[in-house]
């Protein structure tokens, strides 16, 4: 270990071989090759010997060291012949230092080698060779302690001087320009910091390597900071002072910041020095920005029930972008404006580590709720009229039976005997006021159960005689069960020579409606609609029974109630018949009714007169309203338009966005349904129907239907006609659509051929029913289908005397044929059932009338067909199954 040859030993201290032999042999050390061991003990002979030597010659001289850098880099070059060439460049530095101190290290052969650029490509070759031929040597000697004593006191010296500069500067700095004080000033403190070198190392002789630059210019950039600090520190202190002064030292400052070193410059904030190539770094305590927190804070977000994607990105304060990865993540594609459902954002929420709760909203609709009850409990606990609902199977004479007792009731004795129909009329007996509400069919009473408004207190059940129990009767009975609502039975069309009672009386037994007489609680009342004979009988039974009810309500404070009917009416705008059902509605309130609201402009009772209010259990047109509401919405008078307005606006969001998210809900458990049950069947079925009450009746029906093999998805369900965009989501999801008593418009029907959506229409819920079973079961006997065979459309309404209203049409497809049942349609939804009375070209009676043709119609028993309506004419026929 100790022991290396001349050649290893050459290598190490980077001399020549041969000159280190030259030199053992000059220490006395006999060492013939290169093979040859040195021993420890001769490395240090030798040492000492060229220790001696050289500090012999140059004890005093401060050691000279160079340093040496070569750069390599290339320059693409375009030559004259065009070629691009690369030319490499190496550039070589050195720098020479004068070294004060000792080092402890074997001799440096001086070593030039010239610079010689390798070239690829061209001839051209960048060299820079500063090489001044040097002798490098190890130094022992050490500065004796006068030297270190000089070196203080020159530095004192110079301090001094410096002091004294200074303070003349202050003094005579108008005789005196700033550039020539600063020179000097700096001249003589480099001397100062040379001298101040030399003592340092003096008194340290350790050996540490400290620079000082021989060429002063140059040597400024390579001056560490701490050396810097002394001229920097004065420089500002010369600011200060100048600050003081006269503008035109400004002048002299700036000669003086030529002077100064760019690292000076850098620190000078009164300097403008746009010429320095480094960065300007502003003190830390200057610097803009944030400190990333280090901590992942966790929060609780309050989530309502629809929150948009960017909505909730901005509650956690993270990006929108990580969120909607997160959602890909867990298999949802959305965009930023998606709104999300609460369980999803929950969900989503404590994912990413915060904590979720779902935000229980005091909104302004529940401070105008509350405010409402509060401003009605004086009132409370008045017997109010019992509201009844007429129900019953087609054509066993709900209408005959509403419209006898109206007129008998209502408009008879009065002048000119003008009724208005608003959806609900109110007589009052001699046991006291009742109100009847007289939209067709089922739909008030299943519209204003599905939206939680239980309007209807009793529901008539009425049964033809003649006819017995059908289907529609079953579901009327089905409907007011589930509401809880008492029924009475109204046998009708007694005064038939075929009416059987006891008929009915059985069929109803076997659904749970037992007569009183047969020892159950409903009333059973035999009546002719026709003659009007029962009819007291029926309204003496309703009385009883609304006894029996004790109904009751305030009639004092803001009314809150229900909406029958809406419309839009040219000359008068928004029209909605209104039911009171507590508090008192008047002229002048502000109203809100589901997403729309408004000042009322005038009330008109069920006679056509314009009333200043309404008490409870009244209906009521109201005029004034800001849009047309739905059948079924809530209606609230409330004090504050503003508060009114806020909520309807709440209200339309919230409706679009549960909408939305529910559609998108659908789509993806659809995917995720026909991903994991891929053996399972699964049919799609979107659900429209002509009011609320069928929609969920449908819907819950069929959904119910799911069996182990067939899995029944409704995917969508609306009120109203099947509209296109119907069409498209079916035809995204594989669905089919049930119409139930609404019709697809033109644009859907189209739509519907194009994208081959099954469209089904019906007009009795079992049928819907019935159909999905069978093609569940496998079965495909033929059915009974109704045929839409001609479409006509309702130009003009004229009234003749012999005729009643006749609706003069367009048969716009099909054919329309005489004795064929019909329906009447009016925005896509059916309003009417039954035959026509007379087909009529010209004057002629005729069995049909094609596509293209005009023709009259008169429907039989029906007088309220509108221009713009439609009459569809249908066959029943018999199919093979499809589905
Ligand atoms: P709805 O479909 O239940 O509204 O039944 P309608 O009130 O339209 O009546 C259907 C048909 O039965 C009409 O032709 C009425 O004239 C007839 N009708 C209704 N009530 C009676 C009745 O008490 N006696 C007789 N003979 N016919 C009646
Ligand atoms: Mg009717």
Known sequence: MSEITVANLAEIVGTPVDKLLEQLQSAGIALS?????????????????????????????????????????SLKVTGSSGKAKTVSVEVRKKRTYVKGGKIAAAEVEPETKPAVAPVVDAPVAVETVEAPVLDEAAQKAAIEAAAQAEAAKEAERLAQEKAELTAKLTQQAEALT????????????????????????????SGKKDTVDEEPKRGRHFRDAEEEKPIRDDGNKKKRKKKTRGSDENEAEDVISKYSSSSRRKTDKHDIAPKVNKPIVAPKALQHGFSKPVEKKSMV?????????????????????????SLMKMGQMVTINQPLDQDTAILLVEEMGHQAVAKSEVTVEQELISEGEKSRSAGEGKPRAPVVTIMGHVD???????????????????????????????????????TFLDTPGHAAFTSMRARGANATDIVILVVAADDGVMPQ????????KAAGVPLIVAVNKMDKPEADPDRVKNELSQHEVIPEDWGGDTQFIHLSAKTGDGVDELLDAISLQAELLELKASDEGHAKGVVIEARLDKGRGAVASILVQSGTLNKGDIMLAGLHYGRIRALINDQGEMVDSAGPSMPVEVLGLSGVPSAG??????????????????????????????QQAAKLENMFANMTEAEKKSVSVIVKADVQGSVEAIAKSLTELSTDEVVVNVIATGVGGIAETDISLAAASGAYIVGFNVRADASARKASEVEAVDIRYYSVIYDVID?????????????????????AEVRDVFRSPKFGAVAGCMVIEGTVKRNRPIRVLRDNVVIYEGELESLRRFKDDVQEVRHGMECG?????????????????FEVTEVARTI
Do not use: W
């Open 33 to 73: 090759g290169p093979e040859e061991m040195v021993s420890d003990e001769q490395k240090k002979q030798l040492l000492t010997f060229l220790k001696q030597s050289h500090g012999a010659k140059e004890t005093n001289e401060p050691k000279r060291i160079t340093l040496k850098r070569s750069v390599k880099s």
């Open 178 to 205: 700033r550039a020539e004080v600063e020179s000097r000033l700096l001249e003589k403190e480099k001397q100062k910091r040379e001298a101040e070198q030399t003592a340092k190392e003096a008194a340290k002789k």
């Open 301 to 325: 977000v309050e989530i309502p029930e629809t929150i948009t994607v960017g909505e909730l990105a901005q509650e956690m304060s993270i990006k929108a972008a990580q969120l909607i990865k």
């Open 396 to 434: 066993h004479g709900k209408t005959s039976l509403l419209d006898f007792i109206r007129t008998a009731k209502v408009a008879a004795g009065e002048a000119g005997g003008i009724t208005q129909h608003i959806g609900a009329y109110h007589v009052e007996t001699k046991r006291g006021g009742i």
């Open 473 to 480: 009767t079953i579901e009327a009975i089905q409907h007011s």
């Open 633 to 662: 919405d809530d209606v609230l008078s409330v004090e504050n338009e503003r508060k009114a307005r806020e909520v309807a606006t709440d209200r339309t969001s919230k409706q679009r966005d549960e909408k939305l998210a529910r």
């Open 771 to 791: 159909e999905v079973k069978a093609a569940m079961s496998g079965m495909l006997s033929p059915e009974r289908r109704q045929e839409i065979i001609g479409l």
């Open 857 to 873: 119609i008169g429907v039989k028993n029906y007088n309220d067909v509108k221009a713009g309506d439609q009459i569809e004419c």
